[in-house]
């Protein structure tokens, strides 16, 4: 029971890192039907981001509370305007091109900022230090569940509530919305398509940063290609929810989390990978629409 | 021009930049000693690169726009300079001589080392040109091309381990087994959207090359397999420095073999279909084309030439293990395609050379070549989306057509 | 008259939309009929279910080819349709944008060739006289349709009244008995609608092409159709020859709109 209790949570971890990730991939999708295969490289400049600011203010000596927030802080920052950056040049030209083009550059983009952070920084797998403190209510079950993996889910949790609220109540969510449904329309009735735009890159660079530091702080160490598979995964989970849909997103991603860990806790953790994957093709053959998404019958 | 507005812009993007690139480029910790190295150089540095880049940035994009615009305009279609050259037969026989008389006399002239460089090259060409079918023609993303290149080297490796089966007999079961493969998993995929197709293929490519590190009864695993060996002919013994020519004269021919049909298929009634599924699919089922045999037969021809290529190329090595098949190979194959040229047979072939051979003799730039390729990748997407040397329909001969010519 | 489509109960819904409802609508062998209705009334939804793009909810759908059996046609893949002898242009012209117009035209022949991938690689006498025969009809296609002059251009360089034409000669190329036009006349000038009417009369008594068009151009309507069907919100709500719908209230209501009501 403990061991199936160990695989629940570690599942749960899991799911809930992908969702983070997951999440920006969904919003990206419903507005611009964009794979931004970058998007786990934003990920992975967040944690860089976050590591390289807690080893100068560690170095300064300052109180690690305060590096926590810091370098949370800058990796969001950082992250968006990568995020942004990166819609600017690499996407927004290519509107209104064949599918293929920004699929394409897509990848450049990923495969460029890989080699930059390689080239700039390192090869290295580099320790991440943990700075989340040891929560004392989590005494007694020492072994089962780390205080980090409750700041994920607490996080995950809140990061979807505020998209959520951001996406039902507020002015821009509807402009969001409206874009998502049908750009040209959105554009007629007033609403500024390359702010949406730019925005939904934004707050996706923004949450996929969060993941950055929280899975660097609970795995211990990062390097420049860390994004690559997790961006792959969070995409499986993705469509596993059905892309478009944000609690698809999250709920995918916690399948997808689950699966895996009781896959390699109880068969073989060999082959984890090929699992997502696998899973991803049958996905996308019997049900592309996902759990939530529904079946559409695209316009002709 | 507004000279100063230009500047504000610019200046402004620079500083933009300046910051982006703030943390990564200019701090460097370094966790043993304790140590925070400023390297404020490099801030500089992507100030004025991004300055300058900006600049040319945006009047390349205002180039391309007038560029559309009068295309529009213009009734007849214009063929750019690079297309007449390439079309003018006063110019492409004699080029077309210099290369196969180079070709013939290379590995005569030239170190056993260069030879060898060059054959890789040739390898790269036929993926490419395989890709080209699946990506160029077709329009099918195919980010997991390099499995079939799996295949093909492991089908050459494995039945020479097993059964001592020679490259000969193995060129045409690594291409069949190949093809075999493309038809079996294009088969439930191919259905799938673009963008999804390109997903599950990725997806697909690493599910092959996992299972050949992981499942070590079949394939040796990780360590792969060694003393490979090279092709013979007819049983006579030759040194290294003699099959490595040999195996370079067999690329040179496998790739006036694939030019060959490459440029048949590309004129036939498939190959229009192909072009056809590209450009429209809805139009195209419309128009009476069956899609998923349409988009098979693309996908296990492009599988065909993914699995000659490996075998060549375990024939070569004389080794080969999973980590030969990475993605990044599908996706440098996937970069030589689009970079040369989508659907163009010459620019397919530039694009080989220049992805492959240019990093090998600019080996100062060896460490950047990724981040350049990953750049230009893009910069084609955004400004040259047909690639270095742009695709040529042909046009047909026939009774009281209005340009009847006398060549074909 | 033989009927050479016949489209019984047929009904389309998009999630809560229904975008068809239970329309019975059938084209005679030699006939020309229009489908006309207000913005949205369903019509383009009527082609695509017809020729197997969407999977209709309920109904069923029968052609009868001149000298064949009838049968249905539901479940089959548009290409299918196509290969059975009906063929369509499209209301947001979709042509092949970077093929000539001769080979927009050679890709109708398509199914009506055979040449496979052996054929394409040996180019065997049977593939290239195939080819050079399927390049002659096409041009023979072309020029039929008054578009000779273009042959080697890009489908995208044509002018929008001939890219409509181009469609046409596409679906002609396929050989079909039924040809489906939605909206040819859209976007064209007086000249070039004149023209297309004298087109359509000739695709008619020519080439024994029956014709069911979507159009919003009355003028045109009423001088080319026999019959006429009226759709409004996805249900038909009149048929009957010009004269009849000319003087159908329900017709002059759908279209003036509620407020006008009489
Ligand atoms: N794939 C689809 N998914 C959802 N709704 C659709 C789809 N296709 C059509 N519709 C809806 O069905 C209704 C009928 O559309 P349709 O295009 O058939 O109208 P139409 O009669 O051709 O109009 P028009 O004269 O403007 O071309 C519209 O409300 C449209 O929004
Ligand atoms: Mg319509």
């Known amino acids: ?300 | ?408 | 008259m033989e009927s050479v489509l016949d489209i019984k109960q047929l009904t389309m819904d998009f999630g809560g939309l229904r975008a068809l409802d239970h329309i019975d609508l059938d084209v005679k062998a030699g006939e020309i009929a229009a489908l006309i209705g207000p913005n949205g009334a369903g019509k383009t939804t009527f082609f695509n279910c017809v020729t197997g793009i969407y999977k209709p909810t309920e109904g069923d759908m029968f052609i009868c080819p001149p000298g064949k059996k009838r049968e249905r046609i539901n479940g089959l893949k548009p290409n299918q349709v196509t290969e059975k002898g009906m063929a369509r242009t499209f209301q947001n012209i979709r042509l092949f944008q970077n093929m000539t117009v001769l080979e927009n035209v050679m890709m109708g022949r398509h199914c009506r060739m055979r040449a496979g991938i052996p054929g394409a690689i040996l180019r065997n006498r049977a593939t290239r006289e195939e080819e050079q025969r399927v390049v002659e009809e096409s041009y023979a296609i072309l020029k039929k349709i008054g578009l000779a002059e273009f042959v080697n251009e890009f489908a995208k360089n044509l002018p929008y009244g001939a890219q409509r034409r181009l469609e046409i000669a596409r679906a002609m190329a396929t050989e079909p008995f039924l040809l489906l036009l939605d909206e040819p006349a859209a976007g064209m000038n007086n000249q070039e609608t004149k023209e297309l009417d004298e087109l359509i009369l000739r695709i008619r008594s020519e080439e024994k092409i029956s014709i069911l068009l979507i159009e919003h151009d009355m003028k045109l309507v009423m001088s080319l159709s026999d019959r006429i069907f009226v759709m409004d919100y996805g249900r038909k709500i009149a048929q009957g020859t010009p004269e009849e719908i000319k003087n159908n209230p329900a017709v002059i209501k759908a279209y003036l709109g509620e407020d006008i009501d009489a």
């Open chain 1, 1 to 300: 029971m403990d061991y199936f209790l160990e695989l629940f949570l570690g599942g749960l971890t899991r799911g809930s890192i992908y969702a983070l990730i997951a999440l920006g991939y969904t919003m990206v999708y419903g507005i611009i039907e964009l794979i931004n295969f970058a998007h786990g490289e934003i990920y992975m400049i967040g944690a860089f981001t976050a590591l390289i600011v807690i080893s100068v203010l560690t170095m300064l000596g300052w109180n690690q509370l305060a590096i926590l927030a810091i370098a949370t802080l800058a990796a969001i920052v950082w992250s968006s305007a990568y995020g942004f950056t990166a819609e600017k040049v690499a996407y927004k030209p290519l509107r209104g091109a064949p599918r293929l083009s920004p699929l394409i550059s897509a990848i450049g983009v990923s495969l460029f900022l890989q080699n930059y952070v390689l080239l700039a920084q390192t090869s290295d797998f580099l320790p991440f230090p943990n700075l989340i403190p040891d929560f004392k209510f989590l005494e007694p079950y020492e072994g089962i569940v780390r205080s980090t993996e409750i700041v994920i889910y607490v996080v995950t949790a809140a990061v979807l509530v505020i998209l959520t609220v951001l996406i039902k109540f507020t002015k821009l969510g509807k402009a969001m919305r409206a874009t998502a449904q049908d750009r040209d329309m959105a554009m007629l009735v007033g609403v500024n398509v390359d702010r949406v735009i730019s925005f939904t890159f934004i707050v996706g660079s923004a949450t996929a940063a969060l993941g950055g530091v929280l899975i660097a702080s609970h795995i211990g160490q990062i390097n420049f290609y860390i994004g690559f598979i997790a961006g792959i995964k969070a995409f499986v989970a993705a469509v596993l929810g059905g892309i478009g849909s944000m609690p698809g997103a999250v709920l995918g991603s916690l399948v997808l989390g689950w699966t895996e860990s009781f896959f390699t806790g109880y068969i073989s953790s060999d082959y984890e990978d090929v699992f997502a994957f696998l899973f991803l093709v049958l996905i996308l053959i019997f049900r592309p629409s996902g759990i939530l998404g529904r079946a559409n019958t695209d316009k002709v």
């Open chain 2, 1 to 408: 021009m507004n000279t100063i507005k230009e500047l504000k812009k610019s200046f402004l993007i620079a500083l933009w930049f300046m910051f982006l690139t703030f943390p990564i480029m200019v701090i460097k910790v370094n966790t043993v000693e304790q140590t925070i190295d400023w390297r404020w150089n490099r801030l500089a540095m992507v100030g004025i690169f991004s300055f300058f880049a900006s600049w040319i940035w945006r009047y390349l994009l205002q180039r391309k726009e007038m560029g559309q615009k009068r295309a529009e305009e213009s009734e007849t279609p214009t063929l750019t300079f690079q297309q007449r050259v390439l079309q003018n037969p006063k110019f492409t026989r004699p080029a077309l001589v210099v290369i196969c008389i180079f070709a013939a006399i290379f590995p005569f002239y030239f170190s056993m080392y260069q030879v060898n460089i060059m054959t890789t090259a040739l390898i790269y060409v036929i993926l490419g040109l395989g890709l080209n079918i699946v990506v160029g023609l077709a329009g099918l993303l195919d980010l997991g091309y390099v499995a079939f290149y799996a295949v093909g080297a492991y089908s050459y490796a494995l039945l020479n381990v097993h059964f001592g089966m020679g490259f000969w007999a193995c060129l045409p079961i690594g291409a069949g087994l190949a093809m075999l493969f493309g038809i079996v998993l294009g088969f439930p995929v191919l259905r799938l959207r673009g963008d999804y197709l390109a997903i599950v293929t990725l997806g697909f490519g690493e599910i092959i090359r996992l299972i050949l590190e992981n499942w070590n009864e079949f394939s040796f695993g990780p360590s792969g397999i060694a003393n490979i060996p090279r092709p013979g002919f007819f049983g006579i013994k030759m040194s290294i420095h003699q099959s490595l020519i040999y195996i370079y004269f067999i690329m040179v021919a496998m790739v006036i073999f694939t030019i060959f049909v490459v440029r048949r298929l590309q004129d036939s009634r498939i190959g229009r279909a192909w072009i056809a599924l590209r450009e429209d699919e809805v139009a195209c089922q419309a128009t009476g084309i069956d899609k998923t045999k349409t988009k098979l037969s693309a996908f296990a021809l492009g599988a065909t030439w993914a699995g000659m290529g490996g075998v060549v190329f375990a024939a070569k090595t004389t080794f080969i293990n999973p980590a030969s098949f990475t993605i990044w190979e599908s996706i440098m194959i996937l970069c030589i395609v689009v970079l040369g040229g989508m659907g163009s047979i010459v620019g397919v072939i530039f694009g080989a050379g220049i992805l492959i051979l240019l990093p090998e003799y600019l080996r100062a730039f060896s460490e950047y070549r990724m981040l350049m390729f990953a750049a230009a990748l893009v910069l084609m997407m955004v400004f040259r989306p047909h690639g270095i040397i742009s695709a040529v329909r042909r046009t047909y001969q026939f009774e009281g057509s209005p340009e009847k010519k006398a060549s074909s």
